[in-house]
């Protein structure tokens, strides 16, 4: 089976998002920020759509599937990935990137109106972990030409494990190479992701607690060098 990596567009959104919601579907972070009985999957859908067409213009949206189908008939989506390019330190955020976060935070807003709430989306927790994202970034990344940040990673279930994960990381890490750049990461779970992107370049700088009372979920906070070979 031969299998390519290649730009997000319109047509594969419903696929990336049904990969997404079956790959985190025993997520630790996931199930910590969601309240499970009321857990919408329509609004969660919404929400995911609304990022994915963000992602298309301002973000390296990508997804993995086969080259072929034998009908010609699309595709099945078998993994995704979305990666924010590196933005140095001392260049201030272009009006441009500014408002088309406005823009994501408006559609959000609107999909929050249209189902009526967040869709069990517990939003202190949220703002728990992205203080705690701050944070941690603040204090790790220490290289001024910024860094690639890997925001989202997911295989389907049935594709896992065939070096499909692999093709989507090295779609930007050999590109951060030739760059001379450093990617970075959180992983929500440590067994087995840990491994994995060890195996991809990635070492552990940082764990980070997000705690809300009782509840706390562990992230791992990830950077990986550029390779000159
Ligand atoms: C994490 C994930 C993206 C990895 O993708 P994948 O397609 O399964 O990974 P690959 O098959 O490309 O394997 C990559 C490397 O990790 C190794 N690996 C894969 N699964 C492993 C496991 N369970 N334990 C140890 N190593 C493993 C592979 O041997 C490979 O190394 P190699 O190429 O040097 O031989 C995928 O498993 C996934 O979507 N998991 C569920 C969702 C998730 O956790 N997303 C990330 C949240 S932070």
Avoid at 39 to 58: E, K
Avoid at 85 to 98: D, F, M, V
Avoid at 117 to 127: I, S
Wanted: hydrophobic share 35%; proline share 6%.
């Amino acid at each position: 089976m031969a299998i390519e990596v290649v730009d997000l567009t319109e047509a594969d959104i419903p696929g990336v998002i049904q990969v997404i919601q079956q790959a985190f579907s025993d997520d630790p972070y996931f199930k910590w920020v969601f309240d499970e009985p009321s857990f919408n999957a329509q609004r969660n859908y919404d929400s995911l759509a609304a990022r994915c067409r963000w992602g298309i213009n301002n973000a390296i949206f990508q997804v993995a599937k086969e080259t072929t189908s034998p009908n010609n008939s699309p595709t099945p989506i078998l993994g995704v990935s979305c990666w924010l390019a590196p933005h140095p330190s001392n260049q201030p955020e272009s009006w441009y990137s500014w408002t088309q976060s406005w823009l994501l935070s408006f559609r959000q807003l609107i999909t929050n109106i249209r189902h009526r709430g967040h869709g069990g989306l517990r939003t202190n927790r949220y703002w728990i972990w992205k203080t705690r994202q701050q944070e941690a970034q603040a204090s790790i990344w220490d290289d001024p030409r910024g860094y690639y940040f890997c925001n989202i990673v997911a295989v389907s279930p049935e594709a896992q494990g065939k070096g499909v994960g692999r093709m989507l990381f090295e779609a930007v890490t050999k590109r951060a190479d030739r760059e001379g750049v450093k990617c970075y990461l959180e992983s929500s779970k440590n067994v087995p992701n840990v491994m994995i992107y060890e195996r991809m370049g990635f070492e552990m700088k940082m764990e980070m607690e997000c705690r809300d009372g009782e509840d706390a979920c562990m992230l791992y906070c990830m950077v990986r060098e550029p390779k000159t070979e």
